[in-house]
């Protein structure tokens, strides 16, 4: 197979600092880019991009960094980076180019992607090349998980898709490794934004927002009540990660919308996800399925979530739970007087 | 104010097939559904409209004969008219070929200030039409939107829902605003509503109509292509432990799989405290 045009990935900045997504999508590029004997590229649209965060880009995969940088460029602003990527893309012609499944990949690339007429797969759990023809094979859930579709663009280029976040860990870094830089001045009409961004407020939560969570302990109508939760949130807390909850919770108002997994909320990829006081409506499975290992604490046993889980206790969340948290503390404690 | 609404028909999540040979979802014999999240794209446009007189709200889908239904419903909800956008040559369209109907349609019947559309619909789960609907209209796509705090002449502000945090922005109109759920709780439809639903006509518009050439539409206009399609199934081991049976053993069982999945592991965390 001939060495094809560039692997892109689009390394995304949030509030001034390189996202560690931008990360992740070097250790999924790498691969492909390895398969198809070509370069792998970052792509950093900033007001200014810092020493640092290139030098953590070319470390940890990327063979070439593409820097654009504009004033206007400083916030996320849909129109002004899909014009911006839009030229590059024209200049460059890149053959894949991947973005993280983010609120800011997942309104830019479907903008750009229209832009530039060709096709978009989101959130893929796996991508892959085609021996034969060197296309990307790109795998996605639908339905619900309750299908994989594989997905080719057999014809337009680029081969555009998204990933979900934390749904690969970063490449060890290789503090020998350089990349090549190359700076691109963005057109000024293309810069330019219709919008304006009036206020950024972030908003206190238990751990990482639950889409970039690495664990979560997640509750639904079983936890009875509000205040419930608070077990909820202890646990989490004590194993470093984020707040979830069923839709049920959600709608009774125990819990605000950004935690809630499944269908009609988010879709998580954590490493640990524990299930407490919820039945496991297809709905909410469709959320968490694509969990790396699940625990169920449920006080009816035949709880469709069992079927979903790799661990699942029998029993009242409220009596596990505080047990658990106990457990927990003083594994900490214990092991802090040694 | 010119307000529309692009709605769409979900099969109803647990009774879905999917045809081998193509690669696409099988919807005769399934239960059809609106798509919930855009019950809040209805209900923020019906809003608007309430707030503001002389709006007009048309609730649009594109889909088969029998989506009628729901542009009903739409109609019932509060929506003073609808649109649906049917064709065979519609068949088998990807999302950016989806977004090229709904460009096309928006463009036939003269323009609106404001759509609307949900987050996402629950069957494809992409998302990918609002932002490509507003790229091809030349404005501003608004995702996740969680508020809108001001709307008037030409201009308005909307808060945007992102990962940790709310952002507020300042929009030209048109606009594409996809909403999320939490921006509203939709109003249930009245007896009086269904009444109207009966009385209003729903005109259906193919390609001829929005003048689009077959090569930009439907299968043959949609650059990604379905190749294979395959049922996972999930796998857990799945080993119930009974607290009523056996406390300490189920505790055991909880505490020795987050050891082996190295969750119990505080030592680094203990040297970052240090």
Same mark, same amino acid.
């Given at each position: 197979?001939?060495?094809?045009?560039?692997?892109?990935?689009?390394?995304?900045?949030?509030?001034?600092?390189?996202?560690?997504?931008?990360?992740?999508?070097?250790?999924?590029?790498?691969?492909?880019?390895?398969?198809?004997?070509?370069?792998?590229?970052?792509?950093?649209?900033?007001?200014?991009?810092?020493?640092?965060?290139?030098?953590?880009? #070319?470390?940890?995969?990327?063979?070439? /960094?593409?820097?654009?940088?504009?004033?206007?460029?400083?916030?996320?602003?849909?129109?002004?980076? *899909?014009?911006?990527?839009?030229?590059?893309?024209? !200049?460059?012609?890149?053959?894949?180019?991947?973005?993280?499944?983010?609120?800011?990949?997942?309104? %830019?690339?479907?903008?750009?992607?229209?832009?530039?007429? *060709?096709?978009?797969?989101?959130?893929?759990?796996?991508?892959?090349?085609?021996?034969?023809?060197?296309?990307?094979?790109?795998?996605?859930?639908?339905?619900?998980?309750?299908?994989?579709?594989?997905?080719?663009?057999?014809?337009?280029?680029?081969?555009?898709?998204? %990933?979900?976040? !934390?749904?690969?860990?970063?490449?060890?870094?290789?503090? *020998?490794?350089?990349?090549?830089?190359?700076?691109?001045?963005? #057109?000024?009409?293309?810069?330019?934004?219709?919008?304006?961004?009036?206020?950024? !407020?972030?908003?206190?939560?238990?751990?990482?927002?639950?889409?970039?969570?690495?664990?979560?302990?997640?509750?639904?109508?079983?936890?009875?009540?509000?205040?419930?939760?608070?077990?909820?949130?202890?646990?989490?807390?004590?194993?470093?990660?984020?707040?979830?909850?069923?839709?049920?919770? %959600?709608?009774?108002?125990?819990?605000?919308?950004?935690?809630? %997994?499944?269908?009609?909320?988010?879709?998580?990829?954590?490493?640990?996800? /524990?299930?407490?006081?919820?039945?496991?409506?297809?709905?909410?499975?469709?959320?968490?399925?694509?969990?790396?290992?699940?625990?169920? /604490?449920? *006080?009816?046993?035949?709880?469709?979530?069992?079927?979903?889980?790799? /661990?699942?206790?029998?029993?009242?969340?409220?009596?596990?739970?505080?047990?658990?948290?106990?457990?927990? !503390?003083? #594994?900490?404690?214990?092991?802090?007087?040694? | 104010?010119?307000?529309?609404?692009?709605?769409?028909?979900? $099969?109803?999540?647990?009774?879905?097939?999917?045809?081998?040979?193509?690669?696409?979802?099988?919807?005769?014999?399934?239960?059809?559904?609106?798509? $919930?999240?855009?019950?809040?794209?209805?209900?923020?446009?019906?809003?608007?409209? @309430?707030?503001?007189?002389?709006?007009?709200?048309?609730?649009?889908?594109?889909?088969?004969?029998?989506?009628?239904?729901?542009?009903?419903?739409?109609?019932?909800?509060?929506?003073?008219?609808?649109?649906?956008?049917?064709?065979?040559? =519609?068949?088998?369209?990807?999302?950016?070929?989806?977004?090229?109907?709904?460009?096309?349609?928006?463009?036939?019947?003269?323009?609106?200030?404001?759509?609307?559309?949900? @987050?996402?619909?629950?069957?494809?789960?992409?998302?990918?039409?609002?932002?490509?609907?507003?790229?091809?209209?030349?404005? $501003?796509?608004?995702?996740?939107?969680?508020?809108?705090?001001?709307?008037?002449?030409?201009?308005?502000?909307?808060?945007?829902?992102?990962?940790?945090?709310?952002?507020? &922005?300042?929009?030209?109109?048109?606009?594409?605003?996809?909403?999320?759920?939490?921006?509203?709780?939709?109003? &249930?439809?009245?007896?009086?509503?269904?009444?109207?639903?009966?009385?209003?006509?729903?005109?259906?518009?193919?390609?001829?109509? &929005?003048?689009?050439?077959?090569?930009?539409?439907?299968?043959?206009?949609? $650059?990604?292509?379905?190749?294979?399609?395959?049922?996972?199934?999930?796998?857990?081991?799945?080993?119930?432990?009974?607290?009523? @049976?056996?406390?300490?053993?189920?505790?055991?069982?909880?505490?020795?799989?987050?050891?082996?999945?190295? =969750?119990?592991? =505080?030592?680094? @965390?203990?040297?970052?405290?240090?």
């Amino acid at each position: 197979m001939k060495s094809g045009g560039e692997v892109w990935t689009l390394a995304e900045m949030r509030e001034g600092a390189l996202h560690g997504s931008a990360l992740e999508l070097l250790a999924w590029g790498r691969d492909l880019a390895d398969k198809r004997r070509a370069r792998l590229a970052s792509v950093v649209l900033a007001s200014s991009v810092g020493e640092d965060d290139i030098e953590r880009l #070319a470390i940890h995969g990327a063979d070439v /960094i593409y820097i654009a940088e504009a004033p206007e460029l400083r916030h996320f602003l849909v129109d002004s980076q *899909t014009k911006t990527l839009r030229d590059m893309v024209r !200049k460059y012609n890149p053959d894949i180019f991947i973005a993280s499944a983010t609120t800011q990949g997942r309104t %830019v690339m479907p903008a750009l992607y229209a832009a530039l007429g *060709t096709g978009l797969t989101a959130d893929c759990t796996e991508l892959d090349i085609d021996p034969m023809n060197g296309l990307l094979i790109q795998t996605r859930p639908a339905i619900g998980g309750n299908v994989m579709a594989e997905i080719l663009t057999p014809n337009h280029r680029p081969q555009m898709c998204t %990933v979900r976040p !934390k749904s690969k860990r970063p490449l060890p870094p290789d503090d *020998t490794r350089r990349a090549k830089i190359v700076r691109y001045s963005p #057109a000024s009409e293309s810069a330019a934004s219709l919008l304006a961004r009036l206020s950024y !407020k972030q908003e206190s939560s238990v751990g990482a927002p639950i889409q970039e969570a690495e664990i979560i302990v997640a509750g639904g109508k079983g936890m009875k009540r509000a205040a419930n939760f608070q077990l909820l949130r202890e646990l989490a807390t004590e194993l470093g990660g984020s707040l979830g909850a069923s839709r049920m919770a %959600v709608d009774l108002g125990w819990v605000p919308y950004s935690a809630q %997994v499944g269908l009609s909320g988010k879709s998580v990829t954590p490493r640990l996800y /524990i299930a407490c006081g919820i039945s496991g409506a297809v709905q909410h499975i469709a959320g968490m399925s694509g969990a790396e290992r699940v625990i169920a /604490i449920n *006080t009816d046993p035949e709880a469709p979530i069992f079927n979903s889980a790799n /661990i699942g206790i029998v029993g009242d969340a409220m009596e596990v739970l505080p047990r658990l948290i106990a457990e927990i !503390k003083q #594994a900490k404690g214990g092991r802090n007087v040694s | 104010m010119k307000i529309a609404v692009f709605i769409k028909q979900v $099969p109803a999540v647990d009774t879905v097939k999917i045809d081998e040979d193509t690669g696409t979802m099988v919807r005769e014999g399934v239960e059809a559904e609106l798509n $919930p999240l855009d019950l809040h794209a209805l209900e923020a446009a019906i809003r608007l409209r @309430e707030a503001n007189s002389g709006t007009r709200v048309t609730a649009v889908t594109m889909g088969p004969l029998p989506a009628r239904k729901i542009l009903a419903g739409a109609i019932a909800m509060g929506c003073d008219d609808a649109a649906l956008l049917s064709d065979r040559k =519609f068949a088998g369209a990807d999302t950016l070929a989806t977004a090229r109907v709904l460009a096309a349609y928006v463009k036939y019947a003269g323009g609106f200030d404001l759509i609307f559309t949900g @987050e996402r619909a629950t069957d494809g789960e992409t998302g990918q039409v609002p932002p490509a609907l507003a790229e091809f209209l030349g404005c $501003p796509a608004l995702t996740y939107v969680s508020g809108i705090d001001q709307i008037d002449s030409g201009k308005a502000v909307v808060e945007r829902s992102v990962e940790g945090a709310r952002e507020t &922005l300042l929009t030209p109109l048109p606009a594409v605003f996809s909403v999320i759920k939490e921006i509203n709780k939709p109003r &249930l439809t009245t007896l009086s509503g269904k009444m109207r639903a009966k009385t209003v006509e729903i005109p259906v518009c193919g390609a001829a109509d &929005l003048g689009l050439e077959d090569d930009v539409i439907g299968l043959k206009g949609s $650059p990604t292509r379905v190749t294979k399609v395959l049922y996972p199934k999930v796998i857990r081991s799945g080993s119930k432990y009974f607290m009523a @049976e056996n406390v300490d053993k189920a505790m055991e069982a909880l505490r020795s799989y987050l050891s082996e999945g190295g =969750f119990l592991d =505080f030592a680094n @965390e203990r040297a970052a405290a240090r």
